[in-house]
């Protein structure tokens, strides 16, 4: 439940001693962008802890998104296949690979135990870090949030941002408002790294996501705002979620859009696919969120039951030319430009390069800036401006 590194420490100290049979992968996530996400980071670990568990290996969750699996030398060679596989795909998908170091065991212990003692000594040098010396203390702490999330108002733990249609850029209309949790406001409320500690990382997010559709049950149930929330297939697919649905006082098929993970969908297409047919059963509103500009090509097949498609922004979409622009454009018109959602977008450039690109659903720092503060209408230009802006993280 805390975090591994001394347990780690002491497996890498008997390893120098008895050169066991064994092989130690170390996976570093924490370079991986929007690792904070609940529904990203569970994926991706989930799909490691799959393979791992196949193999009997033993799992070290570490600082910092950090991973440590212990196998047979004899299965490392298929636990490593597994995390290059992944790493791929995140690359396939426009993001970094996972970073990944190999260590044996039996012939060459002495550079795993040097790593394991700097992990070790980076924890407990760190000052908003708690090092625990027994596991009962994660547990009181998972133990107190859940106590006080179950019954609290989670408003102050709420964030907002607008999904802004401009289709007139000098009229924008607001399509719907997405609500998120904010991990980052939940560590200040209880003073604990929740990101450092994986499992009660992942409890904690647990806690939230059942809270959030209490939330919108009990305090958004007169609300007349279009709302959209993130979820992943697991509490989709959970026996009680037809029942939630069903149970809802407002009119949730008006008011509600329901994002899926770009990542889930493509790592779990049966369950997948499970999940969209609840969902249309269900005249549900779908959109399938964080889908990196590269990989529009396979979106165009992407079923029509999929109402929005959020595509994140990148610096590049604004230098695109020639044939790249013209695949981008004929992509664009084979999904339907009224499915895409440019989100993350920081600032005006990245506005102007949807309106180009013939967009009109934004979403991000930019958006809200210019509603705050309305630009006058101008003709988008043929040619995208440049500029390379931090994205705007939801999380």
């Given amino acids: 439940m805390r975090t591994r590194e001394a347990d780690l420490l002491a497996l890498a100290v008997k390893a120098a001693e008895e050169h066991p049979d064994a092989t130690a992968l170390l996976v570093d996530l924490s370079h991986v962008p929007h690792i904070d996400d609940p529904a990203f980071f569970r994926v991706l670990v989930g799909r490691l802890q799959e393979r791992a568990r196949q193999l009997d290996a033993q799992r070290f969750d570490l600082a910092d998104h950090r991973i440590c699996f212990v196998v047979r030398t004899s299965d490392a060679a298929t636990l490593e296949t597994a995390v290059k596989s992944l790493s791929s795909l995140l690359v396939a998908h426009g993001k970094p690979p996972i970073q990944e170091t190999r260590f044996a065991l039996q012939t060459r212990p002495e550079p795993f135990l040097t790593a394991c003692r700097e992990m070790a000594k980076a ?34 733990l709420l964030r907002e941002q607008a999904i802004v249609d401009l289709s007139d850029p000098a009229a924008p209309s607001i399509l719907a408002i997405e609500i998120f949790t904010s991990i980052q ?171 180009a690109l013939g967009i009109h659903l934004v979403q991000g720092w930019g958006v809200d800036a210019r509603l705050s503060h309305p630009v006058a209408a101008e003709k988008p230009t043929t040619t995208a401006p440049h500029g390379r802006k931090p994205r705007s993280q939801r999380r």
């Fill in 185 to 355: 406001a939940v560590q200040t409320l209880y003073g604990i790294p929740l990101t450092r500690n994986p499992w009660l990382f992942d409890r904690v997010t647990e806690i939230l996501d059942r809270r959030m559709l209490l939330h919108l049950s009990r305090d958004r149930a007169q609300t007349d705002r279009r709302l959209s929330i993130n979820i992943h297939l697991s509490t989709v697919l959970s026996d009680s979620f037809e029942t939630f649905l069903l149970d809802q006082r407002f009119d949730w098929r008006r008011h509600l859009i329901f994002e899926l993970s770009h990542i889930e969908m493509i790592d779990a297409p049966d369950r997948f696919a499970a999940a969209l047919r609840r969902f249309t059963d269900l005249e549900a509103t779908v959109a399938v969120d964080a889908v990196p500009w590269t990989s529009l090509a396979h979106m165009a097949e992407a079923s029509s039951d999929i109402r929005f498609i959020k595509v994140e922004w990148a610096p590049d979409l604004a230098s695109l030319d020639g044939d790249a622009r013209t695949r981008l454009t004929e992509m664009l018109d084979r999904i339907g430009r009224d499915r895409i959602v440019l989100h993350h977008c920081p600032d005006e450039a990245a506005i102007e390069t949807a309106l």
């Fill in 123 to 156: 924890v407990e040098n760190r000052p908003d870090f708690r090092a625990e010396d027994d596991d009962g203390r994660a547990l009181a702490a998972f133990l107190a949030i859940e106590r006080n999330l179950a019954a609290a108002d989670i408003s102050n």
